[in-house]
Structures are given as C-alpha cells and as structure tokens.
C-alpha cells in the first residue's frame, strides 16, 4: 500500500498537480421558494440571453457558446431587500457549438477564428451529450444550472431607494453550479440593471462583470472517445491545445411575470407559517424539468 501511495505521489508531480476533488454528484438543482411575501417573479427571456466559455491555451483559443433558446429560468427579487433575492437559471447544452483560433506555437500570433467540426463532436463526447449517449444521460448531462442562495458586497440593497428609469445594483451572486451532473458552490461577480416603467420594475438586464472559472477536473469533464469510454490522452496531455478550466460569462434579461405580485402562491407560502398537510415554509422550489427529448436540429459535427 505505501508503494503505491508513494507512486501516486510521483505520478501526480510528474503531472504538475495535486488531485482535484470531485464535485457533489448531482442531477439538478432547486431554489428555495422565496424568502419573502414581496418577493416578485421575473422570468428570463429566452430571445435575447447569451452564454459562452473562453479557454486559452498556449497554442489554441476555444470559444463556445449557445443559442439564447437554450436560456431559461426564474428570479424572485424583494425590491425593498435584494438580500432576500432567489433563482435559478437552466441552460440547455445540446446546440452548443464552440469556435477556435489555433497558434502553429507557443508566442505566435493566432489565426483566424474558424469551426472545427471534429473539435464540436469531441466536445460532445467530453460531456457525454453525443449521438451515442443514451436519451436520459443525454437529458441529464446537457444541463447546465446556476442557483442563486445569496447575494453579496451589494452596491445597493434596496431599489426602492433608487430613482429612474434605469436602476443598477452590483453584487457577488453565491450558490450552486451544475455541470455534467456534478455541483460545487461558486461565486461570480454580477450587474443587474432594473427597467422601471414608474414606480415599479418591468425588467432585469443581468451580465457578468467578471469570469466564473469552472475546472474541467473538478465536474469530471475529461477526454472521451466515445460515451462512457476516457481517451487514452488525459487534460494534462492536452494542455497546450486545451486549457483546464472554462472562464463562464452570461448576459440575459428576465422580464416581469404577470403573476408576479406578492399574491404568488409561492410567495404566500414562504411567508405564511406551515399548515398541517402542506409542505413547511422554505421548502425548496423545484425548477420545471428540462425537456428529455434530444434536440432534432443540434449540430453535431464529425469532421477534423
């Protein structure tokens, strides 16, 4: 046994690095219901909203990115407390298409971008959202999802305390991210910039202000030749090519609900105390099931 701690040991210097922990095993999240009777729904627009991933390594750039179909979700906002702000936002992986920029070596200048099919169908088989993926992992591994738990280093923690049309708030937004089934706590640095039609809110623009670094390890995302099966080159072989952590950013807009007004059932629950025969107070909102049915017209490309 200390033979081969101590070979495990040599290996993973020769690699560079220690051994990443794992993230929780995980198939979707919840939100917890809102935290206060004001509370209001705001919904994200799945027209508009952006997601995407920069990579750099020494000698390639890797951008992907998805359509704004593939965004959706549901933030509950008290105006009046931005601290008591829940949600949750659900991407939908199987159109992600990713873009490079290759460098012939480290310290020349890179090319121009292009789409490389076969680095699209390798994506997939690294996320296990391939052709050959069975339709419930296939389901399961092509979600993404943030959950918000709270917010932090508020710039400001009432709009009711803002005037205009257009009220911004920066903020770092903590809660769980899920990947390739797996979940871990992050924290991301946001903008939220409210539209108001009078005196009350009608919409909310949402950006990054700075990357989510999400390691490929650590959501157990590494090189597959097919589902299921690992490539006999690892992350660590492919570090030049390959960077081992994706830079996340988001920009989306969440429009008002109609039934967003404390009358909200949800709302109403969160503040009323438990009855007999019904869930208690805090009891976590479950978000609506990602569509199981694999996306007809996903790209799924196979050429070099």
């Known amino acids: ?9 040599s290996l993973l210097l020769a690699c560079g690095g220690e051994p990443v922990k794992l993230a929780e095993q995980a198939e979707k999240l919840a939100i917890e219901a809102p935290k206060s009777a004001g509370a209001r729904r705001f919904v994200v627009d799945s027209s508009s ?9 020494p000698i390639e750039k890797i951008r992907g990115r998805v359509p704004a179909s593939a965004l959706t979700g ?11 702000t829940t949600g949750l936002v659900h991407v939908d992986l199987r159109e ?8 012939d070596a480290e310290g020349q200048p890179f090319g121009e971008e292009t789409k490389n099919e076969t680095q ?3 994506a997939r088989e690294w996320l296990e959202i391939g052709p050959d993926a069975p339709a419930d992992a296939l389901a399961r591994n092509a979600v993404i999802e943030f959950s918000l738990r709270e917010l932090g280093d508020l710039s400001a923690t009432s709009l009711d305390k803002l005037t205009g049309a257009e009220r911004k708030v920066r903020f770092t937004a903590t809660g769980e991210f899920l990947l390739h089934q797996r979940k871990a706590s992050k924290s ?3 903008e939220a910039t409210f539209a108001y039609e009078g005196d009350q809110p009608s919409s909310v623009h949402v950006k990054s202000l700075e990357p989510l670094e999400v390691g490929l390890d650590e959501y157990d995302v590494h090189p597959r030749e097919a589902f299921g099966k690992l490539a006999a080159k690892t992350l660590q072989a492919l570090s030049p090519k390959v960077a081992k952590a994706a830079a996340v950013h988001l920009d989306f807009t969440a429009k008002l609900a ?3 007004r ?43």
């Open 1 to 9: 046994m200390r033979i081969t701690l101590l070979a495990l040991c």
């Open 49 to 57: 909203g952006v997601l995407g991933f920069d990579m750099d390594a």
């Open 74 to 84: 549901e933030i509950f906002v008290d105006t009046a407390d931005l601290g008591k």
């Open 96 to 103: 992600l298409e990713l873009f490079q920029r290759k460098a």
């Open 120 to 122: 699209n169908q390798h």
């Open 188 to 190: 991301v640095k946001l």
């Open 258 to 260: 109609p039934d967003a």
């Open 262 to 304: 404390p009358s909200m059932a949800s709302a109403a629950a969160a503040a009323a105390p438990a009855v007999a025969g019904q869930p208690p107070s805090g009891t976590p909102y479950q978000a609506p099931a990602a569509d199981p049915t694999p996306a007809t017209t996903a790209a799924r490309g196979k050429a070099d």
